[in-house]
Each structure stands twice: as C-alpha cells, then as structure tokens.
C-alpha cells in the first residue's frame, strides 16, 4: 500500500494551528512538504503548532482567536485541549452592528422543484396528513390509531406520502401562563400550519387539558378538534379518528405536484456531532449551498444559539440594518440568562464527541458552525417556533440540541434540513427530510448507507468548496421533488419531536 502523504489544513494565513487531514492520525517524526516535522503523535482533526507559541499567547485559528496558551507549544506539538485556555465571549453591548453588510449576490434564475401549491399560498414538499395533540394523554391511542390508518386506509390513497402524529409532552402539568410558555404553545401552533400538511392538519385532544385543542388549530375550526372524552370507549375513539381521518385522506389524495419557484422554500441548516474538519469542509459547503438557495430566492434557516455566540461578532456586521443586528444580540441575551438561570455556562458545548474529533472549546466550534450560513447578508431574525415569513438568509433561534432545533425548524416551516456531521448519527425528521452530509471520507465511508453527500473530499483536495455546494444545492431540488429519497427517508428513521419548553413544569 502507497503511504498516503502527510497533509495539514491551515485556514488562514494569520493562523498557528493546523488540523491534521490523514485518517488515522500522524506518528512523531512525520514531516510534511512544508518541512514541518511533529513532535508528538497527532490524532486525525486535531491540532498541530505551526511555531513556537508561548504561554499566554494567543492561539489562533480562522484567523480568529480559539484561546490562550496553557503553557509553552513547542513548533511541530499536539495543541490538545487542555493546552488551549477559553477566552471570554464577544461583549454583546459592544458589538458592531450592520457596519459590513455584504453586497447581494447575483440573482440564480432557472432553479424550480416540484412541490403541492397550498391554498396559502405557501409551497408543499411532501403530501401528509398531519394529526397533531393537545397533550401528551392522548399519545397511546393516537399511535394505536395511527398504525391502523397505515394499515387499512392509507393504501387507497397512493398520492397521500404518509401520516404522522405530532407528539410531545406538552399540554398539561405545565405553568400555561408563565411569560416563556409563549414557546412551546407557539411550537406546537406553528408545526400543525406546516405547508406539508396541505391544510388539513386535525387535532386531537383529551377535554380536560389546560392547553386548550382550539389555541394549536390552525384555522380555529372547531371541526379539526377531536375529544377523546367525548367518545364512547377506545373504540368509539378509534372509529372517530379514522372516520376524520379519511375524509382528509380524500381531500390530501387529490393534490399533485406543480412546478414552483426555489422561492417557495424553506431549508433549514444544523450540525451534529461535528469535529474539527465541520468548519473547513461540509460547513463551507452548505454555505456556499445556503448561498444558491438565497440568490434563488429561498429562505434559509441556520440557528443553534450556543454555537454562534462565540462567533456573533461576526455575524452582527452581516446583518441587514439595525433592527436585525439587534434582534440578534437580544435573541443571545436571551440565551445567556437562561444558561446562568440554570447555573450553567457554555463551556457544557462542545460535547465529548466533539472533543475526541478535535473541537478544544466552543470558541473553536462556533467558528466552524457560521461557516454554515455562507456570505449572504442576514436579512431577519425569528424567536424559537416563529414561522417565517421573510426571504433570504434568516438566524432562527434555537437550542443547539439537534432534536430541539429540528423542531423548531420544523415550525418556522422547513421543507428540509441540511445536516452537517463528522462523527456520525442517524437523526431524521418525520415532516421533512434530512440530507447528511460528511465532514470526513473515513466517516462516509463508515457510514456508507445513512450518509447522502460526502465533503470530506473537500479536505484530501479531491473536490472544491464550490463542487460540493453545488452538488448539496442539486441533490435539495432533487429530494424536496419527491425524486431522490434521503437514507434516514429510504430507512424510516426519525426521532421524536422535541419541544423546547424553558418555562416551569407544575
Ligand atoms: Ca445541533
């Protein structure tokens, strides 16, 4: 076998850090064209000294500070995480705000998908029946229920994709009227207007609950709302349900794909699992992807406020005019005291995961994590669970949890999410679906049948930047078409809804 050349990333000129490429890792002695030599062993995606760094100097990386030396970094040593000193967060009263807007990029005329027009207005990418809940006692049933919908009728109506029931854990036991209720109760309203669910999204509801079935209805119509007290035993509720659901089987059956505009689309960006090659192989790629879809006209969500904090000094300069630099800074302000309300602080990201793949602190992930959202001006900011309403690049407040932030996503209307990861997990969404794409070759190789796209080639020099975004933008029109199915779709995997929910439980 040929031994493959050493190789480092360095990505920017200012920058005394490296990561190293080659699957495996590096032994000591290895030396590089560069005439680098290593003094330690050097595992895959960490990082290598490009000079001598003293104690208390900065250590440097995307041209940015990740943190303080520890100690003395001798040239051609392991910067392990324990050698790497966080520094303190961007000061959100001194940030400056819509001082480099970028200019627009070019129009992208041309690019159509086949989605199901609404009578909204708003765009389809999957034809469901949606049924969603008022609380979480109904859980048993409506999943008895629907397993009997997927059996018996949902055969007769092969244009419908499938039926899913919203679940979660909300409804009751909950301080209602607590300020910050606002959240989940705006979740759970904005996922039933899903422009999947054609319209025709129906409730189900106990009858005793404080979350009353009218608030989450979406056209407050008394005959989407179905009582499970109301019903003469579990089979008078079964044969409910299934009654109400057929006559919207009916109405789902008759729609069809049209041609629409990429403007019709709401794609949702996150990571997971990430490693050090996130920032500098799949991450650049979907913002160059999240930049076609803007200059086609679409809306592009990227969110995971604990992952952007580090980094909103960047981001606030993006911003569009004033209002929604400050609306960003709120949405981190809001965040803050909501992590030292519980006594913690940001230092609980990155994960152990994201350690072992190379990430020393936060600082270090966040600068990875915006790569995500391309060179696109930021042209409007949502609080968790608002729907969105604008074009263009939008910052959707969310949890980093990838559970959370797909659900809220899944509110503010995402036809699909983009989903960058390095170590590797099989997550997916039941109401869209999710594109993997690899940081790593090692991991697509891994993972072979539950990753779509893999950027890892972005690292060895086999492809560009350029070349994987245009694939991942391609591969988007293709899956949101009904043409190509996602892995986590081909296998019918997906996770469980998760309600971001930071008022009290009673
Ligand atoms: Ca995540």
């Known amino acids: 076998m040929v031994k493959e050349t050493p190789l ?42 490009l000079t001598d760094i003293q104690e208390d100097e900065a250590i440097i ?24 000193k966080l520094p303190a967060s961007p000061n959100l009263n001194e940030l400056p705000i819509a001082n480099q807007v970028p200019d627009a990029l070019p129009p992208l005329e041309g690019y159509t998908f086949q989605g199901f027009r609404n009578q909204d207005g708003s765009a389809g990418t999957k034809n469901i029946l949606g049924i969603t809940t008022s609380v979480q006692c109904v859980v048993g049933v409506l999943d008895f229920v629907v397993r009997k919908i997927k059996a018996e009728i949902l ?15 909300y409804g009751c036991g909950v301080a209602i009227n607590a300020p910050e209720a606002e959240i989940p109760i705006r979740t759970i309203t904005n996922l039933a207007k899903h422009p999947n669910f054609g319209g025709e999204a129906m409730v189900i509801g106990l009858g005793c609950e404080k979350l009353s079935p009218i608030r989450i209805t979406p056209d407050r119509n008394e005959a989407d709302i179905l009582s499970l007290q109301d019903q003469q035993g579990m089979m008078g509720m079964v044969h409910s349900i299934m009654e109400m659901a057929e006559e919207r089987l009916i109405r789902l059956n008759r729609r069809k794909r049209e041609t629409c505009p990429v403007s019709d689309l709401v794609i949702g960006l996150q990571c997971g699992g990430s490693d050090a090659f996130s920032g500098v192989t799949a991450n650049p790629a979907v913002g160059y992807a999240a930049d076609l879809l803007v ?6 969500l990227f969110s995971e406020v604990t992952e952007v904090r580090d980094a909103i000094h960047l981001l ?3 911003a569009v005019n004033e209002e929604v630099g400050n609306a960003l800074i709120r949405e981190m302000k809001w ?6 309300r519980g006594q913690v602080d940001r230092s609980a990201n990155p994960s152990p995961g994201n350690k072992k793949g190379g990430l020393a602190n936060v600082v270090e992930k966040s600068l990875g994590s915006i790569a995500k959202s391309g060179k696109s001006p930021i042209s409007g900011v949502l609080a968790p669970g608002e729907k969105a309403t604008e074009k263009g690049l939008i910052f959707a407040a969310t949890p980093a949890s990838d559970f959370v932030c797909g659900t809220l996503q899944l509110s503010s209307g995402m036809h699909l999410q983009v989903f960058t990861t390095g170590r590797g997990t099989p997550y997916g969404l039941a109401m869209a679906p999710v594109v993997k794409v690899a940081t790593r070759n090692a991991l697509a190789e891994h993972w072979d049948d539950l990753i779509d796209i893999n ?23 293709e899956v949101v078409s009904g043409r190509k199915k996602t892995w986590t779709e081909h296998w019918g995997l997906h996770n469980d809804l998760a309600l971001f929910n930071p008022a009290p439980i009673t």
């Open 155 to 169: 055969p007769k109506y092969p244009n419908v994709d499938d039926v899913v029931a919203l679940n979660h854990s």
């Open 295 to 300: 200059r086609a006209g679409a809306t592009v």
């Open 316 to 318: 606030t300069p993006r």
């Open 455 to 477: 950027a890892g080639t972005i690292a060895t020099g086999e492809r560009t930047i350029e070349e994987v975004g245009w694939e991942i933008f391609h591969f988007i029109l």
């Open 8 to 49: 480092y990333i360095q990505v920017n000129e200012k920058d005394n850090v490296a990561i190293v490429v080659n699957t495996g890792g590096l032994e000591p002695g290895t030396v590089f064209s560069c005439g680098l030599q290593l003094i330690d062993r050097i595992p895959q995606g960490h990082k290598v000294a």
């Open 335 to 340: 965040y803050d005291q909501y992590l030292s």
């Open 61 to 84: 990386r995307y041209g940015e500070v990740i943190g303080y030396a520890a100690a003395f970094i001798q040239k051609g040593s392991w910067v392990e995480e324990s050698l790497v």
